[in-house]
């Protein structure tokens, strides 16, 4: 696990805090979810629900509010009882379908760059990585690429969309053509949905386990942390036919065995809020995307809008740097701003070298500040 030991997320935050930056690296909200999931959470804590070890899975309430969510907003038809595992955050969700579905030495195949804990939970099971870089400053997936990847030592694709760190939702052709290749090659996947909410105009979030043929062969992840604005409440889930989350519940329940108490009852009272709360949440993300997309434009920063997340990526080479690492270092001496590389998400040293990434979930004045100092920094 040396290759694991330090995360780029703890460096430049260090890096802010050392220079009082403004620090658009690590993708959470500034501002926490709705009060009533906030007054849920309390109330369970009063009542008692909760605050000694909850069900094994996942307490009864949020695995139904989970396949109801599931139901009323993809379709997707779900038993509680058995095809719901709850996890302590989408993280622990993918650790586990890592370590039930990988022996030593097989492969998994995810598209690049990709979220640092992939790599890592991968080594956890004693799997190897093998990468498919998006396109460069497109970021769509290259599905010769994909092809040419799978290996018979392939065991699963790891799969992510709304992607992180580039911000691409996969278009339904895209994940199509996805699963023609996981078809011919008997794959499982893993899906991290994570950002499902976080999907803009003109986009649409396809589930993975949606496409025809795709269901009995996907474990897919969900964040409360992402759709509820509580990142810090480690509240997630996996689901997926019931063989699959069989495998994953007898893994996850012997990394924490149980997650979050009184939060499960909050975080299912928040899965079932109604169109009045999911709308304005994601128009408010779409308005702090403009404003920072905007705003970089303006300054001549090549920009790529991103359709979802929580993130946007400039193109380093036009600000007289070749290399997106020594931008993200010298940024805060010279700006007062932090951001992230993405060459840390990649293995291959040259895929993602100009880019970097930005992180918009942040409220529109921290954002204004944000560019302002780019501005007497860059203009
Ligand atoms: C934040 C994030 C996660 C982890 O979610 P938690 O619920 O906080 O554990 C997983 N996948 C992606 C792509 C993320 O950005």
């Given at each position: 696990?040396r ?5 780029v997320f ?5 890096l802010?805090v050392a220079?009082g930056s403004?620090n658009?690296?690590?993708?959470f ?5 709705p009060?009533l ?8 804590i ?14 009864p309430e949020l ?8 139901r009323?907003?993809?379709g997707?038809?779900l038993?509680?009882a ?7 955050g ?14 030593v ?12 804990l ?5 080594s956890?099971?004693g799997?190897h990585?093998?990468?498919?870089a ?11 690429a ?14 992510n ?10 278009t ?5 053509a ?26 649409e979030?396809?589930?993975f386990a949606?496409?025809?043929g795709?269901a009995?062969?996907t474990?897919?992840i ?13 509240v997630?889930w996996?689901?997926?036919p019931?063989?699959?989350?069989a ?15 009184p ?5 299912a009272?928040g899965?079932?809020?109604?169109d009045s709360?999911?709308?304005?949440f994601r ?7 403009d ?7 303006a ?14 990526t400039?193109?380093v ?14 940024l805060p001496?010279?700006?007062?701003v ?7 998400f990649?293995?291959d ?6 880019f ?15 560019l ?8």
């Open positions: 696990m290759e694991h030991a330090s995360t703890g460096e430049m935050s260090a802010a220079t403004v658009l690296g690590q993708g909200p500034d501002t926490d979810g009060d999931v906030r007054d849920a959470a309390i109330r369970a009063r009542e008692g629900r909760g605050n000694q070890y909850p069900p094994v899975h996942g307490v695995r139904a509010a989970i396949a109801e969510h599931q009323r907003f993809y997707l038809e038993d509680p058995t095809d719901v595992c709850v996890a302590t989408a993280s622990e969700a993918i650790a586990a379908a890592l370590l039930a579905l990988v022996d030495g097989d492969e998994v195949v995810m598209f690049a760059p990709w979220f640092d992939y790599a890592a939970a991968v956890l099971a799997g990585r093998v990468e498919v998006l396109t460069a400053g497109t970021f769509r997936p290259d599905i010769e994909l092809r040419t990847a799978i290996g018979p030592r392939t065991r699963v694709l790891l799969l969309s709304p992607h992180n760190p580039t911000g691409s939702v996969f339904r052709e895209e994940l199509t996805i699963a023609a290749v996981v078809r011919e090659h008997d794959l499982w996947v893993i899906s991290d949905e994570a950002y499902e909410h976080l999907v803009y105009t003109g986009s979030h396809v589930p949606s496409i025809p795709m009995e062969r474990v897919t969900g964040s409360a942390g992402k759709s509820l604005s509580m990142t810090g409440w480690k997630g996996a689901t997926g019931t063989d699959l989350v495998a994953v519940r007898v893994t996850r329940q012997h990394l924490s065995f149980v997650s979050s108490g939060f499960q009852w909050a975080v009272e899965l079932a809020l109604p709360y999911w709308e304005p128009d408010g993300l779409e308005h702090q995307r404003l920072l997309c905007d705003g970089l434009a300054l001549g920063f090549p920009t790529t809008v991103p359709q979802g997340t929580y993130f946007a400039t193109d080479r036009p600000l007289g740097y070749d290399d997106g690492w020594a931008f993200c270092r010298d001496h010279r700006a007062g932090v951001a992230i590389p993405h060459e840390v990649h293995d040293p040259d895929a993602g070298k100009p970097v990434r930005w992180a918009f979930c942040k409220r529109p004045e921290v954002l204004e500040e944000a302002a100092r780019l501005d007497r920094a860059f203009g």
